[in-house]
């Protein structure tokens, strides 16, 4: 009798927890929302069906003391694989909600920098001294900074520069001894020869942090699963986060025409030399000549309407991506495959690659698509190997080994990506691929130009960049053009090709 009444209870605790799993599941999945209406409704009557057999068989049926533990392993082991699954809904319905959660702001974070050497600790020893700051650039950090000092009663005597490379000549040789920084010059400090070793040799004594309004807007399509759309994927440097502004190290245009199951991906290389378009409100030098890299520290804004001139298009929807944080990505996907042409094969301090297919973990797939030194080809050929990654990301996630890291690929997803393009239509896009299963054609392209020692806004000063062949860029328009109208960026070899396509439609 008493075991009896054991085998009772543990039979409807085990049903319970049947249930409540069972739910779990039902209820992420009708959250996370990608399945077609067809294939949710199917997944969860065959799952009421499969729990209500299973619960009817080990409370009213099975009396026998081997299929009623048969029974319950069964019920458990089904009960673990429902949770689990809802915990993986779960994570992903979290990086829906982090990757799509734009907030309209975009964080500036103002330094105030001494060399290391100094005995000056904190903000109040730099009272009295001489602070080095922009003239032009970075305006608003730089008065939001002194009104945080003035603030404090320290007072300072202001010497302002009107180029990095002065300012940091003006600091190096002690005619200040303090430099105000925008944290998003950091880089373009570093950029220079004589002044690589920046980050070694100075210490940040005080930072103030202030936030701008994201000008960034959505150029949303009325159905995404139905009408071709641009995505400009641009990969920022900054080591604070996504919501900083920083230099975009990578550009992208992503063509995607859904009803010929098209992609192609046009890359820019950082250093094309181009016209920077903005809105007032970006801060920018508008029409100023500049590298492509420096619009990011203005915002995704001026990164995209330069791009959008560059071209001629219209760009559709953004996505930064946290280039520092690919690791994460990388790793997470168990590594990535590239592949090394002959006479490609580089050895450095960070990553090394033999001619073949290569087998690259995090920390490698970021030195390798930075890597340009190495390459007669500079810029371009990191922008082939950039190109690499990215493609080696794409197979990798859509292969089923996604499944054996997929709690921290979630996590690594929503740290990495900001997207202004909807959960719902991410979810439609989704939807599209489960429902009609099709195989997508990528096809890719890079402009190319000319290398020389040019005038940037940024910077204040000549620096390299690549001067655009403008039959590449006219080339890589209409290759665009070409995709968004229902054919392929193949056919466009020429503009003479381009150009009969165009006269037969």
């Given amino acids: 009798m008493k075991n009896d009444l054991v085998k009772k209870i543990l039979s ?3 049903s319970v927890i ?18 077609p209406s067809k ?37 458990l082991v089904l009960s673990f694989g429902s949770g689990f699954g809802g ?9 829906f909600s982090n990757i799509t959660d734009v907030t309209g702001k975009s964080k500036n974070t103002v330094s105030v920098i001494v060399k290391e050497s100094s005995d000056m600790k904190d903000l109040r020893d730099i009272d009295g001294k001489k602070v080095g700051t922009l003239r032009l650039m970075g305006l608003v950090g730089t008065e939001t900074c002194l009104e945080d000092i003035k603030s404090k009663d320290i007072s300072i005597e202001q010497m302002n520069y009107d180029s990095i490379s002065s300012l940091m000549n003006a600091f190096y040789s002690g005619e200040t001894e303090v430099i105000i920084l925008n944290e998003s010059y950091r880089s373009n400090v570093t950029d220079i020869e004589e002044y690589k070793n920046f980050n070694e040799n100075t ?16 150029n949303a399509v009325s159905d995404i699963t139905q009408h071709a759309f641009n995505v400009l994927i641009t990969g920022s440097d900054s080591r604070v986060g996504l919501e900083e502004n920083a230099r975009s190290d990578v550009n992208m245009v992503v063509t995607i025409n859904p009803t010929t199951n098209t992609i192609l991906l046009t890359s820019i290389p950082r250093d094309y030399y181009v016209t920077t378009v903005c809105d007032a409100a970006d801060g920018c030098a508008n029409g100023s000549l500049d590298k492509i890299t420096h619009t990011g520290v203005t915002g995704v804004n001026t990164t995209k309407k330069t791009i959008e001139s560059l071209f001629g298009i219209e760009i559709n929807y953004t996505v930064k991506v946290g280039f520092e ?20 094969a580089v ?52 292969s089923g080994s996604v499944l054996v890291n997929y709690a921290d690929l979630m996590d690594a997803l929503g740290d990495t990506f900001q997207t202004n393009m909807s959960a719902s239509e991410i979810q439609a896009l989704i939807q599209y691929q489960m429902d009609k299963m099709p195989s997508w054609k990528v096809e890719q392209y890079m402009v190319d130009g000319t290398g020389d020692t040019l005038m940037c806004a940024a910077l204040g000063q000549a620096a390299y960049v690549m001067v655009p062949d403008q039959t590449t860029v006219e080339l890589a328009k209409r290759k665009i053009t070409a995709v968004m109208d229902g054919g392929s960026s193949d056919s466009i070899t020429s503009l003479d090709d381009a150009s009969s396509t165009q006269t037969t439609e």
């Fill in 12 to 14: 409807i605790v085990c």
């Fill in 87 to 95: 915990y993986y809904l779960l994570k992903t319905n979290s990086m």
């Fill in 203 to 218: 210490r940040v004594i005080y930072q103030t942090t202030f936030e701008v309004e994201d000008t960034n807007k959505v």
């Fill in 347 to 398: 050895t450095t301090n960070n990553f090394s690659v033999t001619e073949g297919v290569n087998h690259l973990n995090g920390k490698q797939a970021l030195a390798y698509a930075r890597e340009r030194y190495s390459y007669m080809e500079g810029d371009r050929q990191r922008t082939k190997n950039q190109q690499q990654v990215v493609m080696g990301i794409i197979d990798k996630m859509t």
């Fill in 39 to 75: 294939f949710l409704f199917m997944g969860v009557a065959v799952l009421f069906l499969i729990d209500t057999i299973l619960i009817l068989l080990l409370n009213f049926y099975s009396k026998k003391i081997v299929s009623k533990v048969i029974l319950i392993l069964i019920t």
């Fill in 18 to 35: 049947l249930v409540i799993c069972s739910l779990f599941l039902i209820f992420e999945l009708v959250q996370l929302n990608v399945l």
């Fill in 325 to 344: 944080t690919v690791t994460q990505i990388v790793d997470a996907l168990g590594g990535v495959d590239v592949y090394v042409e002959p006479g490609y």
